[in-house]
């Protein structure tokens, strides 16, 4: 059964703590970035090894699978789009339907070993991209479709929520 896609605007996480993960942006620096990065990818590879991890718990939530398969897509997708806005100025971001990509790629029938490595290899490339990022450059400006701005610090903290709030989603 397909999920309901979630149209929110979750950009508000940068402004105010979230009440259902509590992940807070205020206290995201660009020294934290790269090590909040690799501090959860145990979390997720143990994920990946419980027996139900194919399992939806109902019909209108994702199984760990399908979670983990997105934050691989997620650590690959906002790599993409640091790069870019390190490379351009005033990047534009094109819309991305993680829904009809979950569709796509399979989210629900992939193998969980297989996304493990692939998970945990974007995430350490991601970690050192934003460990590469030189102190006057976390000031950048990039814009997603919808026309919402960002700077390389608010990328990085709409991208930590993203990360932490799905580990929430799945109890790890």
């Known amino acids: 059964m397909p999920i309901i896609p979630d149209e929110k605007d979750w950009t508000w996480v940068l402004t105010r703590v979230c009440p259902e993960c509590g992940f807070d942006a205020s206290t995201v620096t660009p020294a934290t970035v790269p090590g909040s990065v690799t501090n959860m990818l145990p979390r997720w590879r143990a994920a990946l090894r419980r027996p139900d991890v194919a399992e939806r ?7 760990v ?7 691989r897509d997620v ?6 789009r640091l790069n870019m806005m390190l490379s351009e100025d005033n990047a534009r971001f094109e ?35 934003f460990a590469a990022v030189h102190e006057d450059e976390w000031g950048r400006k990039g814009f997603r479709s919808n026309g919402s701005e960002f700077t390389v610090m608010t990328l990085a903290q709409y991208f930590l929520h993203d990360v932490v709030h799905h580990l929430h989603d799945i109890d790890a």
């Open 57 to 63: 718990p109902d019909d209108a939530t994702w199984s």
């Open 65 to 71: 699978l399908e979670y983990a398969s997105h934050v």
């Open 75 to 80: 650590f690959s997708l906002f790599d993409h």
């Open 95 to 129: 819309n991305w339907d993680q829904d009809k990509t979950a569709v796509e790629q399979d989210y629900a029938n992939a193998d969980p070993a297989v996304v493990s490595v692939e998970l945990t290899s974007e995430g350490e490339q991601i970690a050192g991209s």
